[in-house]
């Protein structure tokens, strides 16, 4: 078993002590440098008072629209032996969220549906927020192949909720999303029995004035929207802000569009105080 000494000379087994109890466990991407996935997320709910355990799916040096980067997927044992551990630890005996966005590759969206039932089980109340992160209008997609079908058809029958961009929900559904009404059909279809909620950011952009975004807020009771400054920068790591700010509200008792309204200003702040320093990465600010 294994032990340590106090400062007092006594010989204390670390069974013995209390494991950290986790609020949250955020499963993203990491990188070396920059403002991404899990070094956005971490941050986030660390400030909001929330216990998380950080999860990475790959670690690059940065992203990739840097001149050089070095990295990749965590390899499928490791990825596999991170869940088995946090539960071996007993840290997740309190749980109260996970959060996952940026993925690896299909495998590990595999892992999550077998991983995400069971604490679901031990835990009912358990928020599993499903940011599918795949692309954009300006980028297209930029995941693994079949990542588009493993959020579909793995994550979204464990997800309480999801938070796809407007590209995001056209591959996830198939569908036109260019105005509010066609953005609503097709969030619709994301929701079943586990799934709760939709919020689409940069929604239904056809409806919107060019200095405007759109947030839309689909659950089976109803459909709300709300619009919110658009701040042109090319700077990443936005979504995950947005889910990461999104998931701590709600953990603090917010309504859902409440979370959404603090989650979209939250974006807009960082965004201007990027641009107001000319920062290349995003500036999440105190």
């Given amino acids: 078993m294994d032990s340590l000494h106090t400062e007092e000379g006594q010989h204390v087994h670390y069974d013995a002590l209390r494991p950290l109890a986790l609020d949250v466990v955020s499963v993203q991407s990491m990188v070396v440098y920059g403002r991404v996935g899990n070094n956005v997320a971490w941050p986030v709910l660390q400030r909001a008072g929330l216990e998380a355990a950080i999860v990475p799916t790959v670690l690059f040096s940065n992203t990739p629209h840097y001149a050089s980067i070095h990295g990749g997927a965590i390899p499928d044992d490791w990825f596999a032996g991170y869940l088995a551990d946090l539960e071996a630890r007993g840290a997740l005996d309190v749980l109260r969220a996970v959060l996952v966005g940026y993925l690896g590759g299909p495998s590990q969206a595999r892992m999550l549906a077998h991983w995400l039932p069971a604490l679901k089980e031990q835990h009912p109340d358990l928020q599993i927020v499903i940011d599918p992160v795949m692309g954009d209008h300006d980028s297209g997609i930029y995941v693994a192949d079949g990542m588009v079908d493993a959020y579909r058809h793995q994550l979204l029958p464990v997800a309480t909720g999801m938070t796809p961009n407007g590209f995001e929900l056209a591959c996830l559904t198939q569908m036109p ?87 979209a200003d939250t974006v807009v702040q960082a965004l201007e105080r990027t641009r107001d320093a000319e920062s290349g990465e995003l500036l999440l600010g105190g």
């Fill in 177 to 263: 999303v260019n105005t509010l009404r066609e953005t609503v059909a097709a969030a619709r279809t994301l929701l079943g029995e586990g799934t709760e909620w939709v919020v689409v950011t940069s929604a239904a952009q056809a409806d919107c004035a060019p200095d405007e975004l759109q947030v839309v807020i689909v659950t089976h009771e109803g459909t709300e929207s709300f619009r919110h400054q658009r701040i042109d920068s090319t700077v990443k790591g936005t979504g995950d802000l947005f889910s990461a700010t999104l998931t701590a509200r709600l953990l603090a008792g917010m309504s859902l569009h409440n979370a959404a309204r603090v989650a």
